[in-house]
């Protein structure tokens, strides 16, 4: 039993868990961002272009079963917007290393022997 949990603090102790659960976190508390932009002014808006407030009293009724199309078209708009929201945060953060990576780097200095070696050839081209 003791080196399972060895095990498992060292697997929770890596970036790469913690990393996720921050994103687990942020990821969530976006998602509350977007179904409010999503409930609360898109739909509103796209409600008023075709006559009706809300989109989830869209139902359609197959003899028993009740068919709530309104909501699959709300959870579509969701999905959508959080995708657009996560390509414009990606295309940003990809932007950014690029321009890191493409930075003009500075030429290397000449190690003390090289500089020697230079001064050591110039004298000789003015003496000829």
């Known amino acids: 039993m003791r ?3 060895s095990e498992f603090k060292t697997f929770i102790a890596r970036g790469n ?3 996720m659960a921050v994103g687990v976190i942020i990821g969530g508390a976006f998602k509350a961002i977007a179904d409010s932009l999503t409930n ?39 999905f959508l917007i959080m995708a657009f929201a996560v390509f ?6 990809n932007r950014f290393h690029r321009k890191k990576e493409e930075a003009p780097k500075a030429p290397p200095q000449p190690s003390p022997e090289e500089a020697l070696l230079r001064e050591i050839r110039d004298l000789l081209k003015e003496q000829h």
């Open 40 to 78: 609360d002014i898109l739909m509103p808006l796209l409600g008023l272009l075709v006559g009706r407030v809300s989109f989830a009293d869209l139902t359609l009724r197959l003899g028993s079963a009740q068919i709530a199309y309104g909501n699959f078209i709300q959870a579509v708009l969701n």
């Open 88 to 93: 414009c945060i990606v295309k940003a953060v």
């Open 3 to 5: 080196p399972f949990i």
């Open 17 to 19: 868990v913690l990393d």
